[in-house]
């Protein structure tokens, strides 16, 4: 399938997606405070609409290591407005980025057609809600919690304990009824990770297909640039966008980034020198 209907919007996948990333939040680590206003922010997704993002992911809570944790209707207060202005300006899918299972369900009635969960449906009640709601979702790998993932994170086999844990959430989604096909998965680059550890993830990367889902990635400004370059978040964009390139080359087919027009332009560009990645997958 080289498709997702996100709740009627297609999400095309014969080539690597382009998940434009919109935080609405006081304490993102790159860009917190800058979209806070339903203006700003709408502002902010037609500019990436227009440089060709293929979704548009909004965001009320910052996962980031020590962030304020926020109530659902907190979230909700930040991000409905703007899932549903977004849903009625632009064609795009439009996608959630929430571990809440109220916030899934105002944010799916209020037209967005993606789930991005950071937490893989562990939390209460987020599995069914996610189920019920029947639009595609994001599993995504974290080692501990946000306050205390980057405490010290060991693994024996970083890819390998990676692929097993999304294998296990692909099997408890399958058991609530959701097949593969609606379910995209993600190494979660960061989350409990060292710089060695992602490094791994990525070179292995291709590890992941198999699992009867696709694969996305969310590199774009990570701390593991400023580890490996000693760069300020700031001055990523480059490594960001030469990240989203290796990424495709090993089998992403979305990839979830702040500076889309950037990363369109490379993407094209890989696109274009291998037309028939889809083939492979
Ligand atoms: C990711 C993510 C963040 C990621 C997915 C950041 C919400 C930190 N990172 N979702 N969210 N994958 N699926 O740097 O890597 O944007 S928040």
Not at 152 to 167: H, Q, S
Request: aromatic content about 4%; charged content about 20%; hydrophobic content about 45%.
């Amino acid at each position: 399938m080289t498709f997702l209907d996100c709740g009627g919007r297609k999400l095309d996948l014969s080539r690597p997606a382009v998940m434009g990333i919109l935080n609405i939040t006081p304490d993102s680590f790159s860009d917190g405070g800058v979209f806070l206003s339903p203006e700003k922010a709408i502002a902010q997704a037609l500019l990436m609409a227009e440089e060709g993002a293929d979704i548009i992911d909004v965001g009320g809570e910052s996962t980031r290591p020590g962030a304020r944790p926020v109530s659902a209707q907190e979230e909700m207060d930040r991000v409905l407005p703007v899932v549903e202005a977004l849903h009625a300006r632009i064609p795009l899918p439009v996608s959630i980025d929430t571990s809440k299972p109220e916030v899934m369900r105002a944010a799916v009635a209020a037209g967005a057609g993606f789930i991005n969960d950071v937490q893989a449906l562990r939390a209460y009640g987020a599995l069914a809600a996610a189920t019920e709601l029947n639009v595609p979702v994001c599993l995504m790998h974290m080692r501990g919690e946000p306050r205390t993932m980057q405490d010290d994170p060991r693994y024996a086999d970083v890819t390998g304990e990676v692929r097993n844990f999304l294998k296990q959430r692909l099997e408890a989604c399958g058991n609530a009824g959701i097949p593969a096909s609606r379910i995209v998965v993600d190494p979660g680059f960061g989350f409990g990770k060292t710089l060695e550890h992602n490094i791994e993830l990525l070179r292995g990367l291709k590890k992941l297909q198999g699992l009867g889902a696709s694969v996305l990635v969310g590199l774009s400004r990570k701390s593991m640039i400023g580890k490996a370059l000693g760069l300020p978040v700031a001055q990523r964009l480059h490594a960001s966008v030469a990240l989203a390139v290796m990424a495709a080359q090993q089998g992403a087919r979305i990839v979830r980034v702040h500076d889309v027009g950037p990363t369109v332009e490379a993407l094209r560009m890989w696109a274009a020198v291998y037309p028939d990645s889809s083939k492979e997958q």
